[in-house]
């Protein structure tokens, strides 16, 4: 399997770092300065694996790139670069379709780390057949493909491993520590309302009215629960 990555960053010393150490840790990477050349460069590469966008940039920034890679049906991992520390920007990085997000200045073995943990999600192809059903809903583990009554739903590759550790875990209450290790990886070092904003966005694709959720149930003070 391929293993790229693309990275927009309109910093140069800051792109040529990181390609640099992407390149070390195994991936083959592909580079861009402005929203424009990051979405060209992905319409010659659709078998990116993970996009590392900034989101401060002249013209197009990091989150349209975001919204306009899920609008055009990619799946893959989306992480956004962010010098912004305030609450609001975070949420609205992951409400766009991003996966996770990393505050400037960061450590170069924290963000491959990331990215490593995006592309462990991509292995779920591998596994033995195997449908899950809940209800309306069929969760296909070797087509990583989810269908309510019948219907596709597309999710990218987080939102697919909440799906599925929640479908696999029917009807027990699940704190947001064991989501965290189960969908990010146990040495993921980011923050729990990463969790939140994930499953405030699974909400809106697979519930009939996300604001009175009957299948991702809120168990107050612990975490979430699957009704099915």
Known sequence: ???????????????????????????????????????AEYHKNTDVLVCILDVMLPGIDGYEVCRTLRAEG????????????????????????????VTKP????????????????????????????????????????????????????????LMKTFMQNKGRALDREELLSSVWGRDYSGELKIVDVNIRRLRIKVEDVPASPKYIITVRGFGYMWEG
Request: proline share 1%; aromatic share 6%; hydrophobic share 45%.
């Open 1 to 39: 399997m391929s293993k790229k990555v693309l990275v927009l960053e309109d910093e140069e010393n800051i792109r040529s770092f990181l390609v640099i150490n992407l390149k070390r840790a195994g991936y083959e990477v592909i580079q861009a300065g402005c929203g424009e050349d990051a979405l």
């Open 106 to 161: 960061f450590s170069v073995a924290e963000l491959t780390a990331r990215v490593d943990a995006l592309v462990r999600r991509m292995g779920f192809h591998n596994v033995a057949a195997e449908v899950i059903q809940s209800g309306p809903f069929h969760l296909d583990l070797r087509a990583r493909e989810l269908r309510k009554n019948g219907r596709r739903v597309d999710l990218t590759q987080v939102e697919f491993a």
């Open 74 to 101: 990619y799946e893959g991992g989306i992480i956004m670069l962010t010098a912004r520390v305030q609450e609001s920007d975070k949420v609205t990085g992951l409400m766009t379709g991003a996966d996770d997000y």
